[in-house]
């Protein structure tokens, strides 16, 4: 790694220093919810136990110290010091996660110099990870990248992966929306997922209190919210169902080309590597569940497609015959809550 400046030891000795001089864990006026005077001198001595570690070459040890600083605290010097620790052990994704914290937050009283070693050892560590820039069209949506949860929407940073093929879930409600990325090293990946459509015919459907006028529709006046609804439910199967075959093809491709890489007993008996091995079992589940999802889609469609002419040519009652019943639901002068009123409750998830 180049010009990182705590990859040698005379400067760990100056980051030790650093962590009784730097404003995030020692500065004396703090926010009232700042962390306690016990967290501050916690971390600083698993600050500098981590550090002394990881100058004794204790990889692995100094690794669990500072995470377990960084869980007590979350300061760019801790950020710093867990990030040298973790490309000692080639934990790129994690150590590009931290490195970018620590600029992110960098203290404005340190040296320019020691930026732009930072900013260096940023750019090194990117060559070895893809960076996913995630935004999702609402926000406090919960976004999980493969099994790491990421947090709410708008998400503020960066995620970065190894590289290899990853899924993004986004969930909202009862809604999900899921991507499938194949990301490179070295690569920024822009990525939006959108519930738009799901939405949009969730909200497009309401109950009608009775005695509305939407209610009270005849032959000639039947309420167009559900032939809307239901075309919007169909275009959106159609739409779903294309995408998800489509994601299935290329997916199918990608295992076509690891079997011929691996040979067809290189992964039973050790000949294949084993990460491509892992990649091609990767791509034959995304393409299973995208064939699955395809078809889910298609059946959504069909079902709005039967459902909308249904709905529109299904013989309804007459002006005279809807007056007659509702006369026969009153009682005592009052409508009964039971009668006639009541409207077509249609929606989607996808």
């Known amino acids: ?62 690794a ?5 600083a960084w869980s007590i605290r979350k300061t760019y010097d801790v950020a710093a010091a867990l990030a040298q620790a973790e490309l000692s ?32 050892a940023f750019a ?49 409600g009862g809604d999900q929306v899921t991507q499938t990325v194949q990301a490179d090293a070295g ?32 032959d000639g006046e039947r309420s167009t919210v559900p032939v809307i609804v239901g075309g919007a439910v169909f275009v959106v199967g159609v739409a779903s169902a294309i995408g998800f075959k489509v994601a299935a093809g290329s997916e199918g491709d990608k295992v076509s080309t690891f079997a011929e890489k691996n040979g067809l007993s290189g992964c ?23 064939n699955n999802l395809a078809l889910v889609s298609v059946l959504v469609a069909g079902t709005a497609a039967i459902a909308v002419p249904v709905y529109w040519f299904w013989p309804r009652q007459s002006a005279a015959n809807a007056s007659a019943r509702k006369s026969q639901l009153l009682v005592g002068g009052a409508p009964n809550p039971h009668g006639d009123g009541g409207s077509v409750w249609l929606s989607g998830n996808f």
């Not at 996660?97 to 070693?117: G, V, Y």
Request: with cysteine; proline share 5%.
């Open 64 to 68: 669990k110290i500072l995470r377990e």
């Open 268 to 290: 039973g008996n050790g000949t294949a590597l084993a990460t491509d091995c892992a990649a091609q079992h990767d791509a034959a589940k995304s393409k299973d569940r995208d």
């Open 89 to 120: 052990l080639k934990d790129y994704r994690e150590a590009a996660e931290h490195l970018d914290f620590c600029l992110s937050h960098f203290a404005p009283i340190e040296s320019e110099q020691t930026l732009q070693q930072i900013k260096g």
């Open 124 to 172: 090194d560590v990117k060559t070895h990870v893809a960076a996913l820039k995630i935004t999702v069209d609402h926000e406090g949506a919960e976004v999980h990248v493969d099994d790491r949860n990421l947090g709410a929407s708008p998400l503020e940073a960066s995620a970065f992966v190894d590289p290899g093929v990853h899924t993004l879930v986004a969930r909202l």
């Open 187 to 218: 690569k920024e990946y822009p990525v939006t997922m959108k519930f738009g459509a799901a939405k949009a015919v969730q909200a497009g459907a309401r109950v009608t209190p009775p005695g509305s006028q939407a209610a009270n529709t005849t």
């Open 1 to 62: 790694m180049k010009r990182f400046v705590m990859l040698r030891p005379s400067h760990l000795a100056a980051a030790i220093a650093l962590a009784c001089a730097t404003p995030s864990l020692c500065h004396a006026q703090q926010p009232a919810d700042a962390p306690s005077a016990d967290d501050n001198t916690r971390v600083r001595a698993l600050f500098r136990k981590g550090v002394a570690a990881f100058t004794s070459g204790k990889n692995d040890e100094a």
